[in-house]
């Protein structure tokens, strides 16, 4: 409302400018609506993902894996009845194809269903992530882990392992880094996950949109919201990035409209 006076200073009107912002309110309530179902489909798959992936896990394991050592058995008794080093060549290359098929099947129940992590416990698995992603990747890959003696819950503990795994993975794909710097401390209440990098570094706004089909990293932010934590992305050109997750120790799971913020 704007006032207008007469050449004596009385007051004679009011000028109003009235606006009908119920379609906007409107439209607001309805992207709203529509981020909490992104937000609840995107928990409903990081469950499905979950289960799914210690079924195969199972599958790989009672049945490719089974067969296969039963195959490398019954190629070891062949071999020996046919003269063990007389046996054809042909019988220890198929042999050594079994082995390498083993190996696999291996890694992908390993891929599958974290058993290391479960074995060894998050110190120690996050020690062999470092040993075995850092030759692959060509990385010098440091490990510090501070949390204690306490013990971390299980779906906590695989959610750090396989963010940790996503981001030195993350490094080795596209930061061409020279060393990764991985700790896990307990800071408070919270367990703080950070991977520091000394790569290119990268324009973090850009990747906040998974245009290019990146899902790695938001999928990260999605379930550190669902577990009432967060993800902070901090990264300059030439500058290396470094990646910090927060995951609160007692359980806090709840659905956040954000969860966590990215800083470029
Ligand atoms: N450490 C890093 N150094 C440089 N760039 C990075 C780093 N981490 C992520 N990025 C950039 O951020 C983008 C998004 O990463 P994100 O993990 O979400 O997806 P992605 O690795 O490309 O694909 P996905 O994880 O689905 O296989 C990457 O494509 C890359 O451009
Ligand atoms: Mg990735």
Not at 14 to 40: C, K, N, S
Not at 232 to 239: A, F, Q, W
């Amino acid at each position: 409302m704007t006032p207008l006076f007469d050449a004596h200073g009385e007051l004679t009107h009011y000028i109003g400018v009235q606006e009908d912002v119920t379609h906007l309110r409107r439209e607001q309530a309805r992207v709203l609506r529509y981020q909490r179902q992104l937000q609840a489909l995107a928990q409903r798959l990081i469950r499905t993902e979950a289960a799914e992936r210690k079924k195969f896990a199972g599958e790989v394991h009672d049945q490719v894996g089974q067969t296969l050592a039963l195959c490398r058995m019954q190629l070891a008794e062949l071999t020996r009845e046919l003269g063990g080093p007389a046996a054809p060549p042909a019988l220890g290359a198929v042999c050594r194809l079994v082995e390498s098929a083993l190996q696999e099947a291996r890694g992908l129940m390993a891929e599958l269903s974290t058993p290391l992590l479960r074995e060894l416990g998050l110190a120690a698995a996050l020690q062999n992530l470092g040993e075995q992603l850092g030759p692959r990747y060509g990385l010098a890959v440091t490990v510090c882990v501070e949390i204690g003696r306490k013990p971390v819950g299980a779906e906590v503990a695989e959610l750090v392992f396989r963010s940790a795994r996503e981001l030195v993975i993350n490094v080795g794909k596209h930061a061409a880094a020279k060393a990764v710097e991985l700790s896990l401390v307990r800071e408070g209440g919270e367990l703080v996950l950070s991977v520091r990098d000394d790569g290119r570094g990268f324009r973090t706004r850009r990747q906040v949109e998974p245009s290019d089909g990146g899902f790695g990293l938001l999928s990260i932010r999605e379930r550190a919201g669902y577990h009432g934590g967060g993800l902070t992305v901090t990264s300059r050109l030439g500058k290396g990035t470094r990646v910090v997750l927060r995951l609160p120790l007692a359980a806090q799971r709840r659905r956040r409209v954000t969860g966590g913020g990215t800083e470029g």
